[in-house]
């Protein structure tokens, strides 16, 4: 298959295929007539595989470990737990994090609804950001 044809049959685009190849996980093999790169089944195999470990949250360069195991003969499983069971606790804690992220942005929105907007005065650049997270002023109070 020429990498268009790869491409379509694994629903991905000609870029995705070429830049999986440079990484080294996909090895075309050139065509002796006109120099073209030809994959095969194989690759085809390889490329869902990819896709697979990618919607898991692993990045090209675990990939290509991975990959690597399972080229010499050895089993890339017990790599593949360990590395998702190290992987958990970090997203759950970003989780949290974007969680938080999300309730002061609602703050800050919440905040924002009856303000002003302001112009730069030198003083300021945006009044919004720089007195977000200030208590707020009641309508008497600020007159």
Not at 30 to 46: A, F, I, M, V
Not at 54 to 67: A, Q, V, Y
Request: glycine fraction near 6%; proline fraction near 6%.
């Amino acid at each position: 298959m020429k990498v268009i044809e790869l491409a379509r049959s694994a629903g991905v685009t000609a870029e995705t295929v070429r830049h999986y190849t440079r990484e080294g996980l996909l090895h075309p093999e050139r065509d002796p007539h006109n120099g073209y790169q030809r994959y095969g089944e194989d690759s085809l195999t390889r490329l869902r595989f990819i896709q697979r470990a990618r919607t898991l949250g692993f990045s090209l360069r675990e990939i290509g470990e991975i990959l690597g195991h399972a080229d010499h003969g050895d089993s890339p499983c017990p790599m593949v737990r360990d590395l998702l069971a190290a992987r958990l606790p970090e997203i759950r804690q970003r989780i949290s994090e974007l969680e938080q992220l999300a309730a002061r942005m609602e703050s800050a929105l919440s905040n924002w609804a009856d303000m002003p907007d302001g112009a730069p005065d030198g003083n300021t650049i945006c009044q919004l950001i720089e007195h977000w997270n200030q208590p707020r002023q009641s309508k008497e109070e600020r007159s």
